[in-house]
Structures are given as C-alpha cells and as structure tokens.
C-alpha cells in the first residue's frame, strides 16, 4: 500500500490566517491526490481533486499544488467556517490511502 | 441527484461477521468506482477497499486483506462490503463514496459496534 504522511496533525489559527498543509506519498502519484475536509458527525467534503483542481461549489481561497509526492493545501485566508479536520487521499490506479489528518483550531 | 444510501446500524459479537449496504442512485452504476472507507471514533478516515461495478473487481488495503469482500447487485445499484472476524477495535463508522475525481460523494456512514 502507498503511505501518506500528512502534517501538521494540528495547527491552531486566527481568522484571516493564511494555512499551509502538507502531504507526502511514499511513491510517486503523479497527480492522483485529493484533499478533504470533515467537521464533527459528518462525512468529508471533496475540496481538490488531481491535486489542483477545485471541486465546484468549493470557495477559491482554497488551493493545492504538487505533483509526484510531495502536496500541499492552502487556505488562503482562514474562515470561521474553515475549522475542521483536513484529510489527503492518494488514489492512483485502483486504491485509496488516507493521510492521518490535520485538525485546524481556533487559536 | 447523486444518492448514496447506506445500511443501518449493526451491533456484532467479536468473531462475528457484518455486512454493510451501499445503494446508488442518480448515476451510471457501472461507470464509477465505489471506496469503503472507516472511522474509528475520534480517529481518521482508514480506506479498507475499492470496487469497479462493471466488470466487479476489487483492490482491498493489505491491513484488510482476507477479511474484507466487496461484492456488488448491479440490478439494484447496490455494492457491498463485508468484514469478518470482527474485533472491538473495528467499531467504526463505515463509509461508502463514489470514486468520480476524488470521492466526490459519500454515504451517511453506517455505525457499526462490536461489543460482546
């Protein structure tokens, strides 16, 4: 199976922040990485796709960027709506890892 | 609209096995994959394994391997996910989501308790 290591595992914010999140595969995934938010009791939200590619309906202060194995997601200027748990999934051919997640706080 | 209903809740016996539906609606059936994905309370998201519909095949995480079949009735839209052998630790919440560009829509999550 291919390894995700997300970090932070936490990163405590202010509203107006500019967030930066961090995924590194263990092989090379081209672009076949997504990122997802998650809030309490619910399923995730899809935010990117192919590693740069903004899922409709998603708000364009968020973004990603990489290719290979190292990614990164940017919140470009923090929202209260914006707290939550992020999460990012390789899934090249025919799998799906999961990073362990990073929880953004209110600082 | 795209729909994914899951199965209800389940209580299990450790060692028992259980079973978790997942009915489509809204799409092609056969034209996108479908991920099983769990979350153990307050922990992340652990993808078990993945189906293509059409023509059935599956991919299951190496952690899961020998314990989890994904099986599917394409006349009622509907895949499947079973897992054996249970353990206290696979208390979860079980998610199925449609593998489009990324998981672009996901089932409520099926709580499943495995508690003697």
């Known amino acids: 199976d291919i390894q995700m290591t997300q970090s932070p595992s936490t990163l405590s914010a202010s509203v107006g922040d500019r967030v930066t999140i961090t995924c590194r595969a263990s092989?090379?995934?081209?672009?076949?990485l997504a990122w997802y938010q998650q809030k309490p009791g619910k399923a995730p939200k899809l935010l990117i796709y192919?590693?740069?590619n903004l899922e409709s309906g998603v708000p364009s202060r968020f973004s990603g960027s990489g290719s290979g194995t190292d990614f990164t997601l940017t919140i470009s200027s923090l929202q209260p709506d914006d707290f939550a748990t992020y999460y990012c999934?390789?899934?090249?051919?025919?799998?799906?890892?999961f990073g362990q997640g990073t929880k953004v706080e209110i600082k | 609209q795209v729909q994914l209903v899951q199965s209800g809740a389940e209580v299990k016996k450790p060692g028992a096995s259980v079973k978790v539906s997942c009915k489509a609606s809204?799409?092609?059936?056969?034209?996108?994959?479908i991920h099983w994905v769990r979350q153990a309370p307050g922990q992340g998201l652990e993808w078990l394994g993945i189906?293509?519909?059409?023509?059935?095949?599956?991919t299951y995480s190496q952690k899961f391997q020998g314990r989890v079949t994904v099986t599917r009735d394409t006349s009622i839209s509907t895949v499947y996910m079973e897992l054996s052998s249970l353990k206290s630790e696979d208390t979860a919440v079980y998610f199925c989501?449609?593998?489009?560009?990324?998981?672009?829509?996901w089932g409520r999550g099926t709580l499943v308790t495995v508690s003697s």
């Open positions: 989501a449609r593998g489009g560009n990324g998981l672009d829509y």
């Open positions: 809204g799409y092609t059936f056969t034209s996108y994959y």
């Open positions: 189906m293509n519909p059409s023509p059935g095949s599956t």
């Open positions: 092989q090379s995934i081209t672009n076949w």
């Open positions: 192919k590693a740069s």
């Open positions: 999934q390789q899934y090249n051919g025919f799998s799906g890892t």
